[in-house]
């Protein structure tokens, strides 16, 4: 029973590697025209932005 156990442990390794072997081969190709990367972020505004919205609720939260 053990000797068995461990021959079926092999063979499932090797199928698992099949299996992701597949999956890559049949990735579909990107259909569509090709986008152009996003602009550059401005992490300053973002973190203006962000620091306003949590001090407003902030002051929100102390209303209450």
């Known amino acids: 029973m053990a000797s068995r156990g461990r021959r079926g442990r092999a063979p499932a390794r090797e199928d698992e590697l099949r299996r992701e072997e597949r999956a890559e081969q049949q990735a579909p190709a990107p259909q569509g025209p090709v986008l152009p990367p996003p602009p550059p972020v401005d992490y300053g505004v973002?973190?203006?932005?962000?620091?306003?919205?949590?001090?407003?609720?902030?002051h929100t939260q102390a209303a209450l």
Do not use: C, H, P
């Not at 973002?46 to 902030?58: K, N, R, Y």
């Open 46 to 58: 973002f973190m203006q932005g962000l620091v306003q919205a949590m001090q407003t609720q902030a």
